[in-house]
């Protein structure tokens, strides 16, 4: 099973909702990754969890929090977002995050309004 | 930071046809993958190939790492083969490396 469930496959939200995007995996995979892409360009790295700890953070804005609660899970928390921010997001995991494989969700596509 | 450019950036097939993509980097990897990204966004994984030639179907892929380059060949191709093409390689990140796209392939394939 090479699976990396996002949820939910599309949001709306307004500028001053909160919201959370939510990404799991069951591999036993212990690097998550939130990349962001914008319409006709490649992924961009936003974060990165190491064995469930904050290892890279590419200067993403505050709007933007991550959370890794367990091993499993990775979490986009979303708050106060721009029209800018609207993308779609895709969540990836690997086994260790240093020279393993990396699978992808099948991404979540936000618009802020 | 490593830089990762790929060619051609726009590429138009008949059905059938044959094609070869290209994947430059500008410094030492340790991982490569190469993925392809469907309409829906999805991005399937391709091959795993930090050196050497794997096959796969249709498909198949040579990295020289030596020479910092990658190769992804496409023989008979089909409709379905339709979407953006990206490489992607390790960077040293510190406790875990950045995996760093490409610029993209986008592929049309006309029936």
């Known amino acids: 099973d090479t699976e990396v469930t996002q949820t939910p496959k599309h949001l709306v939200m307004g500028m001053t909702n909160k919201k959370s995007l939510k990404c799991e995996q069951h591999?036993?995979?212990?690097?998550m990754y939130w990349y962001k892409q914008k319409a006709k360009k490649p992924p961009e790295l936003m974060f990165v969890y190491s064995y469930e700890k904050l290892s890279i953070n590419e200067s993403v804005p505050s709007r933007f929090s991550p959370e890794c609660p367990n091993s499993s899970l990775l979490n986009l928390h979303l708050h106060a977002l721009q029209p800018e921010d609207s993308a779609l997001y895709l969540c990836?995991?690997?086994?260790?995050?240093?020279?393993?494989?990396?699978?992808f969700g099948q991404g979540t596509r936000l618009t802020v309004v | 930071g490593i830089q990762v450019e790929q060619s051609p950036p726009d590429l138009i097939l008949q059905e059938g046809a044959n094609s070869t993509l290209r994947c430059n980097f500008s410094d030492s990897v340790n991982n490569l993958q190469w993925f392809h990204q469907n309409p829906w966004g999805q991005l399937i994984n391709l091959f795993y190939?930090?050196?050497g030639t794997k096959q796969n179907g249709r498909l198949s892929a040579t990295t020289v790492a030596t020479e910092r380059y990658s190769l992804l060949y496409i023989s008979s191709s089909q409709t379905t083969d339709s979407g953006v093409y990206f490489c992607a390689v390790e960077d040293y990140g510190g406790a875990t490396n950045k995996l760093i796209f490409g610029t993209g392939t986008l592929l049309a394939v006309q029936p």
């Open positions: 990836a995991s690997s086994l260790t995050g240093i020279n393993t494989e990396a699978f």
């Open positions: 190939i930090p050196s």
């Open positions: 591999m036993g995979h212990r690097a």
